[in-house]
């Protein structure tokens, strides 16, 4: 049976959404599973380093994305930058939340 373009095209659209189909759903288990695996890190870092818990809250960042960072300093100054907020003003509100040690410090890149 001969088939017009129009109908091959067609089939072949339907045959790509069957295949496609488990593939997708399969590739949006694997981000909810990352997703609830990162939330569970970070929770679980934060409750052993507040400091760390807390800038995350003022920045608005993802502990996660920051310990990633290649330059955890230039990632925290973008966020600043994107934020609003100065270095005093972070400073002031991560004192008030979480008191961080001069070691908190330096590992987060807010002192040298």
Known sequence: MVETVSEYLSEKLSEYRILIGPLERAA??????????????????SDHV??????????????????????RSEFIQAAMAQSGLSTEDVMHQLRSLAPPSREDLHALGLEK
Do not use: R
């Not at 949006?28 to 679980?44: I, M």
């Not at 807390?54 to 502990?63: F, G, H, R, T």
């Open 28 to 45: 949006a288990e694997l981000n909810y599973a990352q997703n609830l695996t990162k939330a569970k890190l970070e929770s679980e870092i």
């Open 50 to 71: 507040p400091v760390l818990g807390a800038l995350a809250d003022i920045l608005d960042i993802s502990i996660m994305d920051l310990l990633l960072a290649q330059d």
